[in-house]
């Protein structure tokens, strides 16, 4: 299948110039004219490459790949009119993997995306992460978990918040981080709700969920994932 660009551009006539070249050129196209829209499209869609405006009339660009790299490593390329080199910088701290700036050839912006989707390409797609004692299984590609054998029923946002976790192993996740990448901006401070999710989780994946061999509580800070 041809790789899918996702377009986040709230410019109705770059939108169109973006597309129509994209499209021309077998791609398949998916556009956001917000922020959020980017982001629900970005969880639905799993494009294979972001082109981000970083100027959007509800979220700051920068929220937008903070909110993607929660739980994803698609290649985001920054294309914005902001000349100042610290608004790259920020993007680029951010987790996004290139920068163009408007006015940009359509040709050079062409080639940064080919670029980026073969730099993406190498791996064997979707890893499938499993816990040590192999009573987990998370395969990212198909969506599916299985807990000693048997599939798991997971809801649409635990899903989100096991793939975030599963994309992260091992690591310290801030509480602001996740909300974010689950529950989108906005979220940063309702930790109530991670509590509530995190705690669905481990009923459903761990032997003991009172006693948390996976997903560990780090006190005051967020969660870490040990598979
Ligand atoms: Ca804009």
């Not at 009119?81 to 920020?90: G, L, Y």
């Not at 509530?196 to 780090?218: C, D, F, G, I, M």
Request: proline share 7%; glycine share 8%; aromatic share 6%.
């Amino acid at each position: 299948m041809n790789p899918s660009v996702l377009v986040v551009e709230d410019d109705p006539q770059i939108a169109r110039a973006l597309l129509v070249n994209l499209r021309a050129r077998g791609y398949r196209t998916h556009r956001a004219a917000t922020g959020r829209q980017a982001l629900q499209l970005a969880a639905d869609e799993h494009p294979d490459v972001v082109l981000l405006d970083l100027g959007l009339p509800d979220l700051e660009g920068g929220d937008v790949i903070d909110g993607i790299r929660g739980w994803s490593s698609v290649p985001i390329i920054v294309v914005s009119a902001r000349h100042e080199s610290q608004s790259k910088v920020d993007a680029l701290d951010r987790g996004a993997d290139d920068f163009v700036t408007k006015p940009f050839a359509m040709d050079e912006l062409l080639a940064r995306l080919r670029a980026a989707l073969r730099r993406a390409q190498p791996g064997p797609g979707e890893p499938v992460v499993e816990t040590s004692d192999g009573r987990v299984r998370i395969d990212l590609a198909h969506r599916a978990v299985t807990v000693a054998g048997e599939p798991a029923r997971l809801t649409r946002l635990e899903w989100r918040l096991l793939e975030a976790f599963a994309r992260n192993p091992d690591r310290l996740i801030g509480r602001s981080e996740l909300l974010t990448s689950v529950w989108g901006p906005g979220y940063g401070d309702e930790a109530n709700y991670l509590r509530v999710y995190v705690s669905q989780l481990r009923a459903k994946l761990e032997p003991e969920p009172s006693h948390p061999r996976y997903l560990r509580t780090e006190l005051g800070m967020g969660y870490r994932f040990t598979p």
